[in-house]
């Protein structure tokens, strides 16, 4: 009844109160109560009347959200784990160590068998693609920056890529399962959530499984330029760089919830390694300087280069529907 992780886990992280029990997300009904992990890795819905549950709010009638962190009993949610908040580690080389050492882990665990990567070319995907035997999908308009990072990461790796090249008539009937399965009407969730749900709509006609996610990198290690840029950007109350960073990790459980809805509607599992539990640990205890050094994601990039080449690990690039234009398609759309 526990999709995630095993029932002994959860029930340990219950009795000892631990928000990092070392899985990469759980969700589901254990002993009669909903239980939901700290980050809200995996979907979980509760019908409003009390009489259901289920990870796909569309099998309910009337579907409410299971809080992050909490779990539900007889109808009541309890805040259960909360985000930790650890001093900063002093030590620059150990903490850029324990992010390597919690990548490796992660991905370690992952199952290869009837896996495949979505991968734009960019740190993060480059990541999964140099450490995962699996084969690689990328999506985007014709001439879009994805495609062409994508296309000179997979020859920088020396791996086959599988392209899914758009159209307007592909965007079009992909909105309305999207919507669907989400719940998401507005411009920016639909306009994240249709390259993903594309590339996995895709993957799973060619009979995948399941589909390795970057997500969480961004969030957790301080890809934002509104993280960059504390206290001076609007968008973030904080007045530290670890503070803005806090902010922006706050938004993960909406974010995942959206896109592990949309590659479940498209017909594969999402897997989302760089969100595990270690990995998490080991961001969270990172100083300012190797959120944001030189180069946003200081940390992680130095860590990740552990497995690619600087040409990878160094780049800069737009989130997804921007590099895939797809974000422009639909502002045209909508003129």
Do not use: C
């Amino acid at each position: 009844m526990i999709r995630g992780a095993a029932a002994s886990t959860v029930e340990r992280a219950l009795r000892e109160r631990d928000p990092l029990p070392g899985t990469d997300g759980f969700a589901g009904e254990l002993d009669g109560r909903l239980v939901r992990d700290v980050l809200g890795r995996v979907p979980l819905f509760a019908e409003t009347d009390g009489t259901g549950w289920s990870h796909d709010p569309t099998a309910l009638a009337a579907p409410r959200r299971v809080p992050a962190g909490s779990v539900i009993e007889d109808g009541d949610a309890r805040q259960i784990w909360e985000l930790p908040a650890p001093d900063p580690v002093t030590d620059r080389t150990a903490a850029v160590e324990a992010v390597r050492d919690a990548l490796d882990r992660a991905l370690a665990g992952v199952d290869d068998d009837g896996l495949a990567v979505a991968f734009s070319g960019g740190v993060d995907s480059g990541l999964l693609a140099a450490a995962l035997d699996a084969p690689l999908y990328t999506v985007g308009f014709p001439g879009s920056q994805d495609l062409e990072n994508a296309r000179s990461a997979a020859a920088l790796l020396d791996r086959e890529l599988r392209v899914v090249e758009l159209d307007h008539d592909r965007l079009v009937e992909a909105i309305e399962p999207i919507v669907a399965a989400t719940g998401r009407t507005n411009a920016m969730d639909v306009q994240i959530a249709l390259p993903v749900y594309l590339v996995a709509a895709r993957a799973a006609a060619d009979g995948i499984d399941r589909l390795a996610l970057g997500q969480g990198v961004d969030e957790l290690f301080g890809g934002y330029v509104k993280v960059a840029d504390a206290p001076d950007d609007p968008r973030v109350e904080a007045d530290t760089v670890r503070g803005a960073r806090r902010e922006t990790v706050r938004t993960l459980p909406d974010q995942l919830e959206r896109d592990g809805l949309a590659v479940r509607a498209a017909g594969v599992a999402p897997v989302t390694p760089l969100a595990h539990d270690a990995v998490i640990e080991a961001a969270l205890a990172l100083p300012g300087e190797l959120i944001v050094g030189d180069r946003r994601k200081e940390a992680f990039r130095r860590a990740a280069s552990e497995w690619l080449p600087p040409a990878i690990a160094d780049r800069d690039k737009t989130a997804v529907q921007y590099g895939s234009l797809v974000a422009r398609e639909l502002d045209r759309l909508a003129l």
